[in-house]
């Protein structure tokens, strides 16, 4: 068995570019940044960032190219796949890999302010907090002996 699956969560690096190829399907293209921290072999913390390539295809691309922007955060799903093709100009062969997108969800939105409450949301104070009911979970430990299934 093979597994070809690329699973990424990011932001975007610049606009999505939608287009429409001579059948009339939808394609939308953009790249997205990922990043990761590590020590180095001197102790010293590292920062390293890839950018990936990314393709979606047909509705997904247009729900993309509508709601998406740069510095959006996005989780991608789907397939690594690189193709190839003569440069006419240089007469060399280039290569380019990219994540076929199946599966797309779009991160939070960013509303420029530090407040986690969305600005479409309305204002709960801080009595109307206490009101709300709240789960109380009980003090002791739970067995799993004892539940029933």
Known sequence: MYLNKAILIGNLTRDPEL???????????????????????NGVRQEKTDYHNIVVW??????????????????????METRSWDDAATNTKKYRTEIIADTVQFGAKNTGSSSSVS??????SKKEEEDIDTIEYPEEQINAEDIPF
Not at 25 to 38: D, E, G, H, L, Q
Not at 63 to 71: E, P
Not at 119 to 124: D, E, I
Request: aromatic fraction near 6%; glycine fraction near 8%.
């Open 19 to 41: 287009k429409a190829i001579a059948s009339g399907n939808k394609v939308c293209t953009f790249s997205i940044a990922t990043n990761r921290t590590y020590k180095d072999s």
């Open 58 to 79: 047909g509705k997904t691309a247009e729900n993309v190219a509508t709601y998406m922007k740069k510095g959006s955060q996005i989780l991608v799903e789907g397939r």
């Open 119 to 124: 600005s479409n949301q309305p204002s709960v």
